[in-house]
């Protein structure tokens, strides 16, 4: 698919579809260029955005500016999807070193964990003697 950059007045439009890049993605990329650019965003259509960039300093080219912004699109597009992936190994990665750093963290996790599986047992337990006092018993 060809990207169609238009040009009017100064202001260069970068077209972005939401199914390839998320919103998010292309706010983070829109807040880079803020020191460089003005940066207005306007919804076309479903899943469609019009990016519109203006030059601060009124000399730069302005199809390399939208190139740029494509290119740091891309690049949010991917940190994102790649936070998404590794959330778990991060998620695990910080908890070893908080608990390296404080053992007594662990103990007091494991204090928790322990209360809460006796807390599951004795639900289950009560569950399990409620239905046998439910069910009546047969008589010879």
Not at 96 to 120: G, T
């Amino acid at each position: 698919m060809k990207t169609k950059i238009e040009k009017i007045e100064g202001w260069v439009k970068v077209p972005v579809d939401l199914k390839v890049y998320p919103l998010q993605s292309v706010h983070s990329a829109g807040y880079i260029f803020m020191d460089r650019a003005h940066v207005k965003l306007e919804e076309e259509k479903k899943d469609l955005v019009a990016v519109w960039l203006q030059p601060k300093n009124g000399s730069q080219d302005l199809e390399k500016l939208a190139l740029e912004f494509s290119d740091e699109l891309l690049n949010y597009a991917h940190y994102f999807s790649s936070l998404k992936t590794n959330a778990d190994n991060m998620k695990t990665l910080l908890q070893r070193a908080l608990f390296s750093a404080s053992p007594s963290i662990v103990k007091e996790a494991e204090e928790k964990e322990i209360e809460e599986l006796i807390k599951e047992l004795e639900a289950e337990e009560k569950k399990g003697s409620a239905k046998t006092k439910a069910t009546p018993k047969s008589k010879k």
